[in-house]
């Protein structure tokens, strides 16, 4: 039997016959990248492998690295593997790994969702023998609403509240979910606020082709009547700073797939909660491990026990990898954090 081109060692995920790791937790000499979240790339590595999409928002986050860029679907090879990069749909240049090697053939998803996002390249589902999932949202519980119909109501919010005098303040995670929000809401509503945290990742989605409407800073508002009528797209950990309190009375939301729990809202004081989701829910999980045709599948994160049980009622070989990833996702406090 072939050994497995992917196994678990205290810096991360490791590939044997390649002799690097995929999203390492610890510094390695030789990293591939799935995406720029912080629970999934690190400062320290000696050399980095992303997609090309990457490049910008990883630069972002980590500084100068050595960062070598892989255009999806094109292969590399090394010490024997090949490597391709394939998109996840999960935020701008979020990649799944294929690697082929010894005739198995391999694919780690990284982050991803299947719903989609005009803020990044569509989840495309890769053939393989197996299939390295998530599973931040691995419950029959977490089922997602048309973003048609949650924009709507975000607009619906924001447009009462401008009735009635008042900012609209979203929190979101600064990269991904914010560009997402951005690209979705109704700009013509009125002015649009982002955190000092949201501005350099807009520029690297800009700088990629992402189309996001015009935002401003709090220190470029002129006419203190905008502060009154506008949205502000900032991360949690703003809404409980002084940064907040130049909007005045503001009304005060959430958006992360862990508004789908009720009480979530409520531990974090915010006013209202808005289910939306950088990540597959429960039917898109399925829909992608379906569509790989993996006989086996590995889970990493998140309900990871639910889904593995699953699985293997369905007749699939299933087994867990113990990881650090989304650390910084479990929310469920809902303050601060990746991903959701």
């Known amino acids: 039997m072939s050994a ?9 995920l490791y590939c044997p016959p390649g002799d690097f790791y995929i999203d390492p937790w610890r510094p390695v000499a030789r990293a591939v990248i799935t995406h720029a979240h912080s629970d999934h790339a690190r400062y320290g590595n000696g ?10 928002v990883l630069r972002a986050r980590l500084g100068e690295i050595a960062l070598q860029t892989l255009p999806y679907g094109e292969a590399v090879q090394h010490h024997g593997v090949t490597v391709s990069l394939h998109p996840a749909g999960h ?10 090697h010894g005739g198995q053939v391999w694919v780690a ?3 991803y969702k299947v719903a989609p996002d005009p803020t990044c390249a569509p989840f495309e589902p890769v053939r393989c023998d197996v299939f390295i999932t998530e599973s931040t949202f691995g419950l029959p519980i977490y089922r997602w609403c048309p973003d048609e119909e949650l924009f709507a109501d975000i607009n619906a919010w924001w447009a009462r509240n401008v009735e009635h005098g008042r900012a609209s303040v979203l929190a979101c ?12 809401v109704d700009p013509s509503i009125g002015p649009i606020i982002v955190h000092g945290a949201v501005k350099p990742l807009n520029e ?11 935002t401003r800073m709090v220190t470029e508002v002129t006419d203190k009547a905008d ?24 009304q005060t939301a959430f958006a992360s797939g862990w508004m789908q729990v009720r009480g979530n809202r409520r531990r974090g004081g915010y006013d209202r909660g808005f289910v939306l989701s950088d990540h597959a829910d429960w039917p898109g999980l399925h829909e992608a491990i379906a569509a790989t045709g993996a006989q086996r599948v590995i889970v990493t994160h998140g309900s990871a026990a639910a889904m593995v049980r ?3 009622e369905k007749g699939l070989q299933a087994e867990a990898f113990e990881t650090e990833y989304g650390d910084d996702v479990v929310e469920a406090d809902v303050q601060a954090g990746e991903g959701g």
């Open 109 to 111: 998803s990284g982050d």
């Open 4 to 12: 497995d081109l992917v196994v678990q060692r205290p810096e991360g």
């Open 47 to 56: 050399h980095y492998l992303a997609a090309a999409p990457a490049e910008g």
């Open 91 to 100: 935020v701008l240049g979020s990649a799944q790994v294929r690697l082929e």
């Open 310 to 312: 699953y699985l293997g």
């Open 204 to 214: 690297a989605y800009g700088a990629a082709g992402v189309a996001l409407p015009d």
């Open 173 to 184: 995670y600064s990269f991904g979910k914010a560009q997402r929000v951005l690209a979705g």
């Open 227 to 250: 502060l009154r009528r506008c949205l502000v797209v900032c991360p949690p950990s703003a809404v409980g700073s002084t940064w907040l309190r130049r909007f005045g009375d503001a």
